[in-house]
């Protein structure tokens, strides 16, 4: 199985401030098809996982522009800028380009 | 629009089986996969299986001696049977829609595993 290894487990922020979350595949996430298939999630306390960008890059609908994602083959990231409140909880990988899917660990957001 | 919500018992004694039940709405599970995705409270994130739109379904090795995902397509439901329950199998569960990732998930079910 792909591992998904997420850094740092924990990431202390000031509310207005930026974040950087790094998400490494311990093979390359580009499938045969041309698509890379690494998606970012946030899990808010006593909620489900909800979509924030999917396929390296691409936000998914509502989520605002100060989320944004890059990286290529291994390597991927995950920034927040202007952090607000409602941004703090867990922030997970997923790699879904082989079988099985798998997640990373998750990157706790919390304030500083 | 587009809704899933699992239903099951929150308590399942130890060696028993797992029934839960993933009822969508919104979409046809003739055209999106479903997928399963357990999390042990205060732990990650754990996929375990996906049923496809054509009803095949695709299991994580770990689980698959235990594990079976089937649906009525006509009720929108999607079922999830795990046997031999032991307590690292205590989690919440989600089933998942697969759009252009798991793009929508349900609110979850707590299971527990106890006598």
């Known amino acids: 199985d792909v591992v998904m290894t997420q850094t740092p487990v924990s990431l202390p922020v000031s509310l207005g401030g930026q974040a950087s979350i790094s998400c490494r595949s311990s093979q390359s996430l580009v499938h045969s098809n041309g698509n890379t298939y690494l998606h970012w999630y946030l899990q808010k306390p006593g909620q489900s996982p909800q979509l924030l960008i999917y396929?390296?890059?691409n936000r998914f609908s509502g989520v605002p522009d100060r989320f944004s994602g890059s990286g290529s083959g291994t390597d991927f990231t995950l920034k927040i800028s202007r952090v607000e409140p409602e941004d703090l909880g867990d922030y997970y990988c997923l790699q879904s380009t082989h079988f099985p899917d798998t997640f990373g660990a998750g990157t706790k957001l919390e304030l500083k | 629009q587009v809704q899933l919500k699992e239903s099951g018992p929150g308590l399942v004694q130890p060696s028993q089986t797992l029934s839960l039940t993933c009822t969508v709405s919104?979409?046809?599970?003739?055209?999106?996969?479903v997928h399963w995705v357990r999390q042990p409270t205060g732990k990650g994130l754990e996929w375990m299986g996906v049923i496809w739109t054509g009803g095949s379904t695709d299991y994580n090795s770990a689980l698959k001696s235990r594990l079976s995902i089937s649906r009525d397509t006509s009720k929108s439901q999607v079922f999830l049977k795990m046997n031999s329950l032991q307590t690292e199998d205590i989690a919440t569960y989600y089933c998942?829609?697969?759009?252009?990732?798991?793009?929508?998930w349900g609110q979850g079910v707590m299971v527990t595993v106890s006598s």
């Open positions: 919104g979409f046809s599970l003739t055209s999106y996969n």
């Open positions: 998942a829609r697969e759009g252009v990732a798991f793009d929508y």
């Open positions: 396929r390296v890059s």
